[in-house]
Structure formats: C-alpha cells, structure tokens
C-alpha cells in the first residue's frame, strides 16, 4: 500500500523567512497523484495543489512553490517570504490513479511569528 | 452549490451508543469518502464509494459501516460507540477524469465526535 512521510512535525519560523516542508513517497504504482493540503486553525481542509506522476515540473503560484522528484520520491513545499496567515498544519498525500484511496502524511504544523 | 455538508458538527455519544454522521454532496462526484483524523495521525480513510450501491472499506474500516443509496449521500454508521473513535470526522468527494478517479478531494466542514 501506499505511504506518505512527512517527518517534519513542527516548524518555527519568523514572519518573512522561506520555509520548506518536506514530503516523501512510497508507491508500488507508476501513475499516482500527489497533493497538498492546508489545514488552518478554523479546522477546513483547503486543497492547495495536485501532481500527476508524469508532470515533473516544478510549480509556482504566488509565494507558493512545489518541487517533485521522482527520482527520490519527494515532493516538497517551499512557502517564500512567510507570513502570519501561513500558520497552518499541511498534508501531503498520495492516490494511486486506479482507485480513490488516498493517505495522507501525518502533517507539518507550521508556526509563522511576527 | 453547497458543496459538501456535514452534520452534526459536534457530538457526544455514550460508549455503546450508535448514531450516523449525515454527508452530502451537490456537485455531481461519482466517489465519496470518510476519514477520520487523530492527532498526530493525519487522515485516515474509514470507508470510500466509487458510485451509489458501491462502497470498499479503507484503512481504518472496524466500527463502522457505510451505503450509498444516492449519488449525493454516503451516511457514515457508528454501530456501537467506543472512546477510541473519539475524532474529528471528515467527508470528502471527487470526481472523475478519463473514467479514473481524479484523486482530488473535496472536504466537508467536519465532525468533531466525543465518546465518553
């Protein structure tokens, strides 16, 4: 079965500083999707991206920026110039493409002080 | 549209009690599924359905059943309520791409269920 590891639990950071949190993979599948989740205090689970396994290019949108690596099954999330409102806990997770079990990585709460 | 919806938001159940936690879903999805998510766990999938009369169990089935009588509602059942499904339950639903699952998930508010 599939797993997703984020082994990062917690991250402390201060208010404009670039921060990455790291996601690692494991699939038997070749055609998989990888994604990421934002969790803010007020509980909602807000979708944040989806890779497919044959897109390895990196993706920027905003103050927001994803790097996919097959080849050391990563897919990691760098947030540039953190602010406040990034505070949050973010999930990874991988469904392999033939059914719709999805696993999610433990999460990465992510702290941004002023 | 709605979305998905959840109810109840809050509930708190005796151990041995049984109740249903309602999901539904305006747009259409074919897949519906539940998860729940502990601390320090992420989510877990409890059950999932690939279309109405159709569901599999996920990671974490025991304690818990599920149907899907309509495209738009996949109740999930607490048979009889134990402390250890003390959690915050989420629904979610997706659609599909190419007649595969998009993997996708779409997320209700959330159930936070306390069992004493």
């Known amino acids: 079965a599939q797993k997703v590891t984020q082994a990062q639990t917690e991250i402390s950071v201060v208010e404009k500083e670039d921060v990455t949190l790291d996601c690692v993979y494991e699939?038997?599948?070749?055609?998989?999707?990888l994604f990421w989740y934002k969790q803010p205090p007020s509980g909602e689970l807000v979708f944040l991206i989806r890779?497919?396994?044959?897109?390895?290019q990196n993706e920027i949108s905003g103050r927001y920026s994803w790097n996919f690596q097959k080849s050391t099954s990563s897919f990691n999330f760098t947030i540039t110039a953190s602010q406040v409102v990034d505070s949050a806990v973010y999930f990874c997770?991988?469904?392999?493409?033939?059914?719709?079990?999805?696993?999610f990585g433990a999460g990465t709460r992510l702290t941004v002080k002023p | 549209n709605a979305g998905v919806t959840q109810t109840p938001k809050f509930q708190v159940l005796k151990t041995g009690q049984s109740m249903t936690l309602q999901c539904a879903q305006d747009m259409n999805h074919e897949y519906m599924s539940w998860y729940r998510q502990d601390p320090g766990m992420g989510l877990r999938l409890i059950h999932y359905?690939?279309?109405?009369?159709?569901?599999d169990q996920g990671e974490v089935p025991n304690g818990y059943n599920v149907s899907r009588s309509t495209t738009e509602d996949f109740p999930l059942r607490l048979l009889s309520a134990a402390p250890s499904q003390t959690s915050v339950y989420f629904c979610?639903?997706?659609?599909?791409?190419?007649?595969?699952?998009?993997?996708?998930?779409?997320f209700g508010p959330g159930t936070r269920l306390t069992v004493t």
């Open positions: 359905s690939v279309g109405a009369g159709i569901t």
């Open positions: 997770a991988l469904s392999e493409a033939w059914n719709n079990d999805m696993r």
């Open positions: 890779r497919n396994s044959f897109d390895e």
């Open positions: 979610a639903s997706s659609y599909s791409e190419a007649g595969q699952p998009s993997g996708e998930q779409y």
């Open positions: 699939t038997r599948d070749t055609t998989y999707y």
